[in-house]
């Protein structure tokens, strides 16, 4: 009897399996590049009256037959309103874009409004490659804090898009799928950063740049320097474009292993567009629009806070930026605090600094008995190398024999080189300074000075530093010495005043300190 049952269950499965394959139903059409699995549900579905979930934004689309998207194209064009935190939006039902970003903390320089994005400028979400999916009026739909819209022509190409404020300060969250063209073009992430500003009061520092970090490595890439497409690949961390103080990049929910950038516009008008492509069409994740804050970037996570160019010794920055806005939070003035950090920079330093000038002090002093022994041997140490030998053991026991050691002077200094670095990235690239004021004529610690007052008075300072200074080496080596204070201060004309600022102040400390040196030498025994 169990055998029988056992038999009849065999056969009964093999007359299944034989008429599904006989008899198989159609499969529903998929439009081109878009996957057959539903995509990850990263925001709720969207419906309105007389619209099936079926064509809702945000749920898969298909049908039994006939095309899986229908046709589909909007008929108003009136700019859409989305509010974030620390932000405003206008999303254009044509192309389906963001067609404005405003920062509600930050003002350009003519007082108004802070736009990242722009009217009339290169819109965000568009998709990579032209097309009537970027000219033609999206289906809008609206909800609590979020913005749907979608299009498609009936014949396999279509879009979906989601905006949605962010959990985050300066965040949307954003989903794009598609099929078709548009599914192998990818996303516009953004091209340059319009903001209202006079590029030309940054200096040397203003530009923009397309940025990406990808497998843990962070890529920079210029538009100037771009010749046709370049193509980053690897695991996408985020991707998108910066300038000195501003970001827009997305941080991809899904992973991405690809970044196209290419460069748009012509002459000074030049930026790079960044370009990412997701899997099956579908691109989704955070988009950050918003300053390079330190704080804030840390809190993104991914190494989006190396965005902020602090250099190799950027730990150092980061502290004296700690530094700095704690000061700041007492005088609140950031000049008069760039003032205090370096005051304190400089007594901390001092035991080094009065090392170093003691030194060079006392080597002036050997200056005639070395010139002694280098007249001696000059002619003959030219053409004999053990003549030249036998001098230079000469003047080491020299040194030896006083007691001066001629590295003496320049170990405290190179002990410092990675202070002063971290100083001047720091005041070069830090957002708190941009449109601080200062007093009288600096209005913006962030741009360069415009009346040139404190890069003259800097190389003034510089001047009357080197003539105080202890005169050693040859003569030849100290009269160029005394034109990099003028190379210096043709440098620092287009640096931001904040660092002329700094540097101004470190020369009349250093001034300072030579002169307290001069007395303390003065009073002390002389050497045996």
């Given at each position: 009897m169990e055998k029988r049952v056992l038999l009849a269950a065999v056969l009964s499965g093999l007359v299944v399996i034989v008429w599904f394959w006989l008899f198989a139903p159609p499969r529903p059409n998929i439009p081109a590049g878009k996957p057959e699995t539903a995509t990850p549900a990263v925001r709720e579905p969207v419906t309105s009256p007389g619209e099936t979930a079926a064509a809702a934004i945000g749920t898969?689309?298909?049908?039994?037959?006939?095309?899986a998207v229908p046709a589909a194209s909007g008929t108003d064009s009136a700019l859409v309103d989305l509010q974030g935190e620390e932000m405003r939006l206008k999303i254009d039902p044509k192309g389906g874009t963001i067609s404005s970003l405003v920062l509600s903390g930050y003002r350009d320089d003519a007082g108004g409004p802070l736009e990242l994005v722009r009217?009339?400028?290169?819109?965000?979400?568009?998709?990579?490659?032209?097309?009537?999916?970027?000219?033609?009026?999206?289906?809008?739909?609206r909800g609590n804090g979020w913005v749907g819209l979608r299009w498609s022509d009936g014949a396999g190409n279509w879009v979906e898009k989601r905006i949605s404020a962010g959990k985050g300060k300066y965040a949307l969250d954003v989903e794009v799928r598609a099929g078709g063209v548009p599914a192998r073009a990818g996303v516009v992430v953004g091209a340059g950063l319009e903001k209202g500003l006079n590029t030309e009061k940054q200096g040397r520092?203003?530009?923009?740049?397309?940025?990406?970090?990808?497998?843990?490595?962070?890529?920079?890439?210029?538009?100037?320097?771009?010749?046709?497409?370049?193509?980053?690949?690897?695991?996408?961390?985020?991707?998108?474009?910066?300038?000195?103080?501003?970001?827009?990049?997305?941080?991809?929910?899904?992973?991405?292993?690809?970044?196209?950038?290419?460069?748009?516009?012509?002459?000074?008008?030049?930026v790079p567009q960044v370009v990412v492509t997701g899997a099956g069409g579908v691109v989704?994740?955070?988009?950050?629009?918003?300053?390079?804050?330190?704080?804030?970037?840390?809190?993104?996570?991914?190494?989006?806070?190396?965005?902020?160019?602090?250099?190799?010794?950027?730990?150092?920055?980061v502290g004296f930026l700690a530094a700095l806005r704690w000061i700041y939070g007492w005088v609140r003035n950031w000049g008069v605090a760039i003032i205090a950090l370096t005051a304190g920079i400089r007594i901390l330093l001092f035991p080094l600094n009065h090392k170093s000038a003691v030194a060079m002090k006392r080597m002036q002093t050997l200056q005639p008995k070395l010139k002694a022994i280098q007249d001696r041997y000059q002619e003959k140490a030219k053409k004999d190398p053990n003549v030249r030998a036998r001098m230079n053991q000469e003047v080491m026991q020299m040194y030896k024999t006083e007691g001066v050691n001629p590295m003496g002077g320049c170990l405290p200094m190179l002990v410092q080189l990675p202070i002063l670095w971290a100083l001047y990235s720091l005041f070069a690239y830090a957002i708190e300074l941009r449109q601080a004021p200062f007093?009288?004529?600096?209005?913006?610690?962030?741009?360069?000075?415009?009346?040139?007052?404190?890069?003259?008075?800097?190389?003034?300072?510089?001047?009357?530093?080197?003539?105080?200074?202890?005169?050693?080496?040859?003569?030849?080596?100290?009269?160029?010495?005394?034109?990099?204070?003028?190379?210096?201060?043709?440098?620092?004309?287009?640096?931001?005043?904040?660092?002329?600022?700094?540097?101004?102040?470190?020369?009349?400390?250093?001034?300072g300190q030579q002169v307290l040196t001069e007395r303390m030498m003065a009073g002390s025994p002389k050497p045996a």
């Open positions: 898969p689309v298909s049908g039994a037959s006939g095309p009217p009339g400028g290169a819109q965000p979400l568009a998709v990579g490659v032209a097309g009537p999916w970027n000219e033609a009026l999206y289906v809008v739909e520092f203003g530009g923009t740049d397309g940025v990406a970090r990808l497998g843990g490595k962070l890529e920079r890439v210029a538009a100037a320097k771009l010749d046709g497409v370049k193509t980053l690949r690897g695991s996408v961390d985020f991707a998108g474009v910066e300038d000195q103080y501003f970001l827009l990049v997305m941080l991809p929910a899904i992973p991405l292993d690809e970044v196209r950038v290419s460069a748009v516009g012509t002459g000074p008008t030049l989704s994740g955070t988009v950050y629009a918003g300053p390079k804050e330190h704080a804030t970037l840390g809190g993104y996570g991914r190494g989006l806070d190396e965005t902020v160019s602090f250099g190799i010794f950027g730990f150092l920055s007093v009288f004529w600096i209005k913006d610690l962030a741009a360069k000075d415009p009346t040139y007052i404190t890069p003259i008075l800097m190389t003034a300072s510089m001047v009357l530093q080197q003539r105080m200074a202890p005169q050693v080496g040859d003569p030849a080596q100290r009269r160029m010495f005394m034109l990099m204070p003028f190379i210096f201060g043709f440098m620092f004309m287009s640096f931001p005043a904040g660092l002329v600022l700094y540097w101004l102040v470190n020369n009349i400390f250093t001034i």
